[in-house]
């Protein structure tokens, strides 16, 4: 669905991800995980067309990116940022049915076929009775779910999500992870995520991609990436992991910043 090639990507003159490239198969659901400054947000937007890599290329569907009509590219794909904002008046139902201009000429009004997706989109998220709340008068999950409901609304068939659950008390964390992974094996909706909680990222990833700096560190199952090497030369911290061998679960205990990396930490600030 979605492959890397040789990314640079940067802003103005400074590179923040180095010669990155990676591939993501049609119905897989990848966690982008790694400290603050390491350029996982940056690879999304690149992605996501909202930032032009300095060099390299993107490929949706075999297509290089870069030659692709942004309305085309909306047609298969919806990025989610971790700052939606919507007008202070604006009702549900309204904010999902912005996920159809993709597919409207300038001058086509709303229709029943349009109706018909606004209201599937709503039964997918469990907003059946939200239709004329405001949605500013929502609490965070309520509104993380409108959003993602205007994102399907556009009928993609890849979903991009910068950290999702950032703001979310830990109830509405896992409702927004559970509705993610319902719609990935539902739909078998293409998802690639930026995530910082780690347990999220090993229990709802097929796959996670780990960076450090702009570089590619590791990449593959959680259960086989994730050890307490990588997360200590990563994050700079002691962790302790269980490993479920029969679920393929894991587990992963913050023990505490390693002494033997706190100066280091301080120097790898950005």
Same mark, same amino acid.
């Given at each position: @669905? $979605?492959?890397?090639?040789?990314? =640079?990507? !940067?802003?103005?003159?400074?590179?923040?991800?180095?010669?990155?490239?990676?591939? $993501?198969?049609?119905?897989?659901?990848?966690?982008?995980? &790694?400290?603050? !400054?390491? &350029?996982?947000?940056?690879?999304?937007?690149?992605? %996501?067309?909202?930032?032009?890599?300095? %060099?390299?290329?993107?490929?949706?569907?075999?297509?290089? @990116?870069?030659?692709?009509?942004?309305?085309?590219?909306?047609?298969?794909? %919806?990025?989610?940022?971790?700052?939606?904002?919507?007008?202070? /008046?604006?009702?549900?139902?309204?904010?999902?049915?912005?996920?159809?201009?993709?597919?409207?000429?300038?001058?086509?009004?709303?229709?029943?076929? /349009?109706?018909?997706?606004?209201?599937?989109?709503?039964?997918?998220?469990?907003?059946? &009775?939200?239709?004329?709340?405001?949605?500013?008068?929502?609490?965070?999950?309520?509104?993380?779910?409108?959003?993602?409901?205007?994102?399907?609304?556009?009928?993609?068939?890849?979903?991009?999500?910068?950290?999702?659950?950032?703001?979310? /008390?830990?109830?509405?964390?896992?409702?927004?992870?559970?509705?993610?992974?319902?719609?990935?094996?539902?739909?078998?909706?293409?998802?690639?995520?930026?995530?910082? /909680?780690?347990?999220?990222?090993?229990?709802?990833?097929?796959?996670?991609?780990?960076?450090?700096?702009?570089?590619?560190?590791?990449? &593959?199952?959680?259960?086989?990436?994730?050890?307490?090497?990588? $997360?200590?030369?990563?994050?700079?911290?002691?962790? =302790?992991?269980?490993?479920?061998?029969?679920?393929?679960?894991?587990?992963?205990?913050?023990?505490?910043?390693?002494?033997?990396?706190?100066?280091?930490?301080?120097?790898?600030?950005?």
């Amino acid at each position: @669905m $979605i492959e890397a090639k040789n990314l =640079c990507i !940067g802003y103005e003159e400074r590179i923040v991800v180095h010669n990155f490239s990676f591939h $993501i198969g049609e119905g897989e659901m990848v966690s982008i995980i &790694g400290p603050n !400054g390491s &350029g996982k947000s940056t690879i999304l937007k690149a992605v %996501s067309r909202l930032l032009k890599q300095k %060099s390299g290329a993107i490929y949706l569907e075999k297509e290089d @990116m870069s030659a692709m009509n942004i309305k085309k590219i909306a047609k298969k794909m %919806s990025a989610l940022s971790q700052h939606n904002r919507s007008p202070e /008046d604006i009702k549900v139902k309204e904010l999902i049915y912005y996920g159809r201009l993709p597919h409207k000429k300038w001058h086509e009004r709303r229709n029943e076929e /349009d109706e018909e997706i606004i209201q599937w989109a709503m039964d997918q998220t469990s907003l059946n &009775g939200y239709e004329d709340k405001l949605v500013m008068a929502l609490s965070g999950g309520e509104r993380q779910r409108v959003w993602i409901a205007m994102a399907l609304a556009q009928q993609p068939r890849i979903l991009l999500l910068d950290e999702p659950t950032t703001y979310l /008390d830990i109830c509405h964390q896992l409702e927004v992870m559970e509705l993610v992974k319902k719609l990935n094996r539902e739909l078998n909706l293409t998802v690639i995520m930026v995530l910082h /909680d780690l347990g999220q990222a090993a229990k709802y990833s097929h796959r996670v991609v780990v960076l450090k700096k702009g570089n590619l560190i590791a990449e &593959g199952n959680p259960y086989d990436v994730l050890t307490e090497e990588l $997360i200590k030369e990563v994050y700079q911290v002691e962790v =302790c992991i269980r490993k479920d061998i029969l679920k393929g679960e894991v587990i992963i205990h913050p023990m505490g910043v390693c002494k033997n990396c706190e100066e280091g930490c301080k120097n790898d600030k950005v």
